[in-house]
């Protein structure tokens, strides 16, 4: 089993920046795609981002490219997503996942382990 953490959340005004953290532990492995997804009141949990176990490779929806980076640290099982000039749109709860799938999935079935969110609210 593995257990993911989310952190980093808050109220911020619109055009601020976030920095949400994601740790692992048990059964982890940095051979693994992370990613983030986040899931506003009333709507479908969405992709945001995702990084490949190396961080060589990372893939982002539209509607975040260029304002987010997702980032990770291997050596402390802990991943990351730099949001910049946030949008009340981007208010959300969001979480972090892990995947076994090669590549960088998007699809939320795709992931086995998910963290208990981390919300963000941003004001206008």
């Known amino acids: 089993q593995v257990q993911l953490v989310e952190s980093g959340g808050g109220l911020v005004q619109s055009g601020g920046s976030l920095r949400l953290s994601c740790a692992a532990s048990?059964?982890?492995?940095?051979?693994?795609?992370k990613g983030w997804f986040r899931q506003a009141p009333g709507k479908e949990r969405e992709f945001v981002a995702a990084?490949?176990?190396?961080?060589?490779?990372?893939y982002y929806a539209d509607s975040v490219k260029g304002r987010f980076t997702i980032s990770r640290d291997n050596a402390k099982n802990t991943v990351y997503l730099q949001m910049n000039s946030l949008k009340p749109g981007d208010t959300a709860v969001y979480y972090c996942?892990?995947?076994?799938?090669?590549?960088?999935?998007?699809?939320?079935?795709?992931?086995?382990?998910w963290g208990q969110g981390t919300r963000v609210t941003v004001s206008s």
């Open positions: 996942a892990v995947s076994h799938i090669y590549g960088l999935p998007t699809n939320v079935y795709e992931y086995a382990y």
């Open positions: 048990g059964r982890t492995s940095s051979s693994n795609t």
């Open positions: 990084i490949s176990w190396s961080g060589g490779s990372t």
